[in-house]
């Protein structure tokens, strides 16, 4: 077996392509590094990353020991149980009270019209007016629910008053009453 030295170089085929050789050898580091990322942009590299025309944002408290954490959560989207029964409370009662809304303006636009509505206009819309009254209720008693368990996981300082549904159904019954 002949003694092969590895310290000198063997004669192999350069696999090198042309962008390799013009590599980092003889250059600082900064340099070659800047070079890099502006080939990436002419290639288009970065275009349609995350949060591409955004600002940075840099809030740092230097004072918080969590803040790496906090940080990962709150760019992920992350958010404490509390916070998130509270977006669910709010999206729940801006559904609600839009639908309502929408059958509120649907009555007006029945009443204002030129031609009186229909019997089976009347009909439909009184039977809807029901229905509403009924769902109305049931949302907002399931909204109530949300809200006690809000409140009972929470300090007093993030609590939420409960909703009073009878009087609040009565409200959507006076506003929207039935078209006879």
């Not at 170089?9 to 600082?28: A, F, H, I, L, V």
């Not at 958010?79 to 029964?85: A, M, Q, T, Y």
């Not at 089976?120 to 009924?134: G, H, L, T, Y």
């Amino acid at each position: 077996m002949d003694f092969v030295d590895w310290r000198k170089r063997m004669d192999k085929p350069s696999t090198e392509t042309e962008e390799n050789k013009q590599s980092y050898r003889g250059r600082r580091m900064g340099d070659y590094v800047e070079e890099q990322i502006r080939s990436a942009q002419a290639r288009g590299d970065f275009d349609n990353l995350k949060g591409m025309g955004k600002p940075l944002e840099l809030e740092l408290k230097p004072d918080d020991d969590n803040r790496m954490a906090y940080g990962l959560l709150k760019n992920n989207g992350y958010v404490p149980f509390e916070i998130e029964l509270q977006r669910q409370i709010d999206r729940a009662l801006e559904r609600t009270n839009a639908r309502v809304a929408l059958l509120i303006t649907r009555r007006k636009k029945l009443s204002h019209r030129r031609i009186a509505p229909f019997e089976s206009e009347k009909r439909s819309f009184n039977a809807s007016v029901e229905k509403a009254a009924i769902q109305y209720d049931e949302e907002l008693r399931q909204i109530n629910s949300k809200i006690l368990t809000l409140n009972l996981s929470t300090p007093s300082a993030m609590h939420r008053p409960i909703l009073k549904v009878g009087e609040l159904v009565e409200a959507f019954r006076e506003a929207c009453p039935h078209i006879t």
